[in-house]
Nanobody, 115 residues
C-alpha cells in the first residue's frame, strides 16, 4: 500500500511563494500519473496540477503560469512550486494519482495566503 506524505505548507502574504513536497512509499510512484489537489473550506477537492511519468504537465487555469509541478522518480518525490500566491489559493493541498486507482489520501499540508 502506497503512503503519501505532503509537506511544505505555511502562511504567506499575497504575492509570496511556497514549495510543496510529496513523498511516496512503494515502487509504483515512477509509473503513476500524479497530481496536486486542494480543498478549501466548504468546497470540494479539486485537481490543480498533474504530471505524467514522461514529465508532461497539465494545470488548471486558475494556477497556470504561477504554479509549477515536477517530479523526481529516483526520490519518489513530487513538488509544487507556487509563486505569486493569492488568497484564493488558501486550502489544504494533497497529492495523489490522477489516473487509475487512487491511493489512500495523506494528511495534506495547509497553505494560507493573507491579503
Amino acid at each position: 500500500q502506497v503512503q503519501l506524505v505532503e509537506s511544505g505548507g505555511g502562511s504567506v502574504q499575497a504575492g509570496g511563494s511556497l514549495r510543496l513536497s510529496c513523498v511516496a512509499s512503494g515502487s509504483t510512484f515512477s509509473t503513476s500519473s500524479m497530481g496536486w489537489y486542494r480543498q478549501a473550506p466548504g468546497k470540494q477537492r479539486e485537481l490543480v496540477a498533474g504530471v505524467f511519468p514522461s514529465g508532461i504537465t497539465q494545470y488548471d487555469a486558475s494556477v497556470k503560469g504561477r504554479f509549477t509541478i515536477s517530479r523526481d522518480n529516483a526520490k519518489n518525490t513530487m513538488y509544487l512550486q507556487m509563486n505569486n500566491l493569492k488568497p484564493d489559493d488558501t486550502a489544504v493541498y494533497y497529492c495523489n494519482r490522477i489516473a487509475g486507482k487512487i491511493f489512500s489520501w495523506g494528511q495534506g499540508t495547509q497553505v494560507t495566503v493573507s491579503s
